[in-house]
Nanobody
Framework: QVQLVESGGGLVQAGGSLRLSCTAS????????MGWYRQAPGKQRELVAR??????TDYGDFVKGRFRISRFDASAVYLQMNSLNAEDTAVYYC??????????????WGKGTLVTVSS
């Protein structure tokens, strides 16, 4: 089992910044990647950013250089979000992907943190 604790969401004005944090606690779990997804009302969940164990990163097309994902260590990931706009309003979910023994790929999700950008 993996437990994820997220923090850093809140209300910010358009053009402002927020930093999201996610810490994972696990036993016997090998992390392959950690990242952030978001879901706005009436929309599907989408990738914001993720980083692999090897340090490779992927970003959603909408990020356009405004966000940066980083890992402090194998169990913590951060998302620095700059130049926020109203379209960034959503619940942001931390995700960790990995495996336990020979389980195959496993995904765990945090409870989500709400980001609201006022225009």
């Amino acid at each position: 089992q993996v437990q994820l604790v997220e923090s850093g969401g809140g209300l910010v004005q358009a053009g402002g910044s927020l930093r999201l944090s996610c810490t994972a606690s696990s036993s016997g779990f090998t992390t392959v990647a950690m990242g952030w997804y978001r879901q706005a009302p009436g929309k599907q969940r989408e990738l914001v950013a993720r980083v692999t164990r090897g340090g490779n990163t992927d970003y959603g097309d909408f990020v356009k250089g405004r966000f940066r994902i980083s890992r402090f260590d194998a169990s913590a990931v951060y998302l620095q979000m700059n130049s926020l706009n109203a379209e960034d309003t959503a619940v942001y979910y931390c995700n960790v992907r990995g495996y336990i023994g020979t389980s195959g790929a496993l995904d765990y999700w945090g409870k989500g943190t709400l980001v609201t950008v006022s225009s």
